[in-house]
Nanobody, 119 residues
């Protein structure tokens, strides 16, 4: 089991910035990739950014050049720096840990943090 706790959401103006944080605990050795998803009411959860262990970050086209994901393995944390925010970036953002072990592949999720962007 992996537990994830997000923080850092809130209200930003259009064009502004926010930084999301997510701290993992539990069976950290099974984590292969950490990332961020977002979801608006009534819509499917959308992948935003991912960073695998020892690998390069990947981004959704909608956030390339504006968002930056990073990991601090010493703190078991992943961050999402969001710049040049747009009203369409307003969603609930979820931290994800993709894991593999003897039980197979599993995703663990945080509870989410709300991001609101005023136009």
């Amino acid at each position: 089991q992996v537990q994830l706790v997000e923080s850092g959401g809130g209200l930003a103006e259009s064009g502004g910035s926010l930084r999301l944080s997510c701290v993992a605990s539990g069976s950290l050795h099974i984590i292969r990739t950490m990332g961020w998803y977002r979801q608006a009411p009534g819509k499917e959860r959308e992948g935003v950014a991912f960073i695998p262990n020892g690998g390069s970050a990947k981004y959704a086209d909608s956030v390339k050049g504006r968002f930056a994901i990073s990991r601090n393995t010493a703190k078991n944390a992943v961050y999402l720096r969001m710049n040049s925010l747009k009203p369409e970036d307003a969603d609930v953002y979820y931290c994800d840990a993709y894991t593999t072990d003897c039980r197979g592949e599993r995703d663990f999720w945080g509870r989410g943090t709300q991001v609101t962007v005023s136009s």
